[in-house]
């Protein structure tokens, strides 16, 4: 059974700083994993998709890569400002086509 | 474009009661699945609908149903709820799930609903 972990659980920083988010998954048979921004009481918004043959994605400040032999993907946020505050999913969409999802990492970025 | 609409927004119920919740994909959309967040399990598939089909389903009780119209349209069921059936209920489109594999999820803003 697929399962997927991320730490930290939650991060606060100062403006600026560059920073990692990590996770996990058991199972490395994974059509693509995504990672997802969700602000407070909302939905989510996607921020990248990795396609299982690639090793990473890039968007702005956000890069993301994936290492899908150790079962491992990091989100790299850089500059990091207050507006990136906010709960950071990563989700993996696993041989049936279903999206598991971690539990998310809260990041709030202090002025 | 429209996004993901998803109604109500918000809902209270008593246990033992039904709930119909709705969400309108985006046009041209023929993928809708239907997630259920909470803070103790997080973020769990519940199931996928394709041209009026169910074509995925997660590891939830016969409690919760769901159903796609022609229109692409799709509602989702709880009969007898539970006080545990408290959550955000968060629907999303793609424009068919697993095509080239290469689309993402769009996500609505959610139904948040409170059992009491």
């Known amino acids: 059974k697929q399962e997927v972990t991320q730490i930290p659980a939650a991060l606060s920083v100062p403006e600026g700083e560059n920073l990692v988010l990590n996770c996990s998954f058991t199972?490395?048979?994974?059509?693509?994993l995504q990672w997802f921004r969700q602000d407070p009481g909302k939905g989510l918004t996607s921020l990248l998709l990795?396609?299982?043959?690639?090793r990473e994605q890039t968007s702005g400040r956000l890069n993301a890569s994936l290492d899908k032999s150790s079962g491992r993907s990091t989100l790299y946020i850089a500059a990091s400002q207050p507006g990136d505050s906010a709960t950071y999913l990563c989700a993996v969409m696993d041989s049936s086509y279903k999206l598991i999802f971690g539990s998310g990492t809260r990041l709030l970025v202090r002025p | 474009k429209a996004g993901v609409t998803q109604t109500p927004r918000y809902l209270i119920k008593t246990r033992g009661q039904q709930v119909t919740l709705s969400c309108s994909p985006i046009?041209?959309?023929?993928?809708v699945s239907w997630y259920q967040q909470t803070p103790g399990q997080g973020l769990q598939f519940l199931f996928e609908y394709f041209s009026e089909t169910q074509r995925n389903k997660g590891n939830f009780p016969g409690r919760f149903s769901g159903r796609q119209f022609s229109n692409s349209r799709s509602e989702m069921n709880v009969s007898t709820l539970e006080l545990g059936d408290s959550a955000l209920y968060l629907c999303a489109s793609s424009p068919d799930g697993t095509g080239t594999l290469l689309e993402t999820q769009y996500f609505g803003p959610g139904t948040r609903l409170l059992v009491l």
């Open positions: 990795i396609q299982s043959s690639q």
């Open positions: 199972d490395s048979a994974i059509y693509n």
């Open positions: 046009s041209g959309h023929r993928s």
